[in-house]
């Protein structure tokens, strides 16, 4: 489930992903389901707690994020949906922050210009299917909706 992107018709997905250069090159990949920052323009990186924007997600889609890869696709589009892995506790729609490893926790103390986007619930929950948005907790699979 992490990585996949929550609305994956054709349209959303090609106004969604950004082709971009890896900071390290072709020598590592950036998991799938991770969050990664724009180091500089077109360059990226994993992302840990304190990066700042511009932030995307590795979609799990082909071609995969190889080691021998010098690029990497990400999903950055505002309001793009997209499955990630949560490093701590969280409530439908609060904040989310970069956290160790392209992972993400809710927000704290951080600056607002430092969020990724907003918890929305796990898979199937408060999108119609009769069921609210339950809390997240550390190592679950959470849709986050980019800011």
């Known amino acids: 489930m992490i990585g996949t992107p929550a609305n994956a018709s054709p349209k959303d997905l090609n106004e969604a992903i950004t082709v971009g250069n890896k900071a ?3 020598g590592s990949k950036i998991p799938v389901g ?3 920052f724009e180091v500089s323009t077109g360059i990226w990186a994993i992302c840990a707690a304190g990066s700042t924007p511009r932030f ?3 979609p799990r889609l082909d071609p995969p994020n190889a080691d021998t890869s010098s690029t990497v696709q990400l999903v950055t589009q505002k309001n793009a949906e ?3 892995e949560g490093n701590s506790a969280v ?3 609060w904040y989310v922050v970069c956290d160790a490893a392209g992972k993400v926790k809710a927000r704290a103390a951080e600056a607002i210009d430092l969020c990724v986007g907003t918890y929305e619930g796990h ?3 408060g999108r119609g299917h009769g069921t609210k948005a339950t809390d997240g907790a550390a190592g679950e699979a959470w849709r986050i909706k980019l800011i």
């Open 91 to 93: 409530k439908p729609g």
């Open 123 to 125: 898979y199937g929950e």
């Open 24 to 26: 390290t090159g072709a």
């Open 56 to 58: 995307g997600v590795v």
């Open 34 to 36: 991770r969050v990664a």
């Open 82 to 84: 997209i499955y990630v």
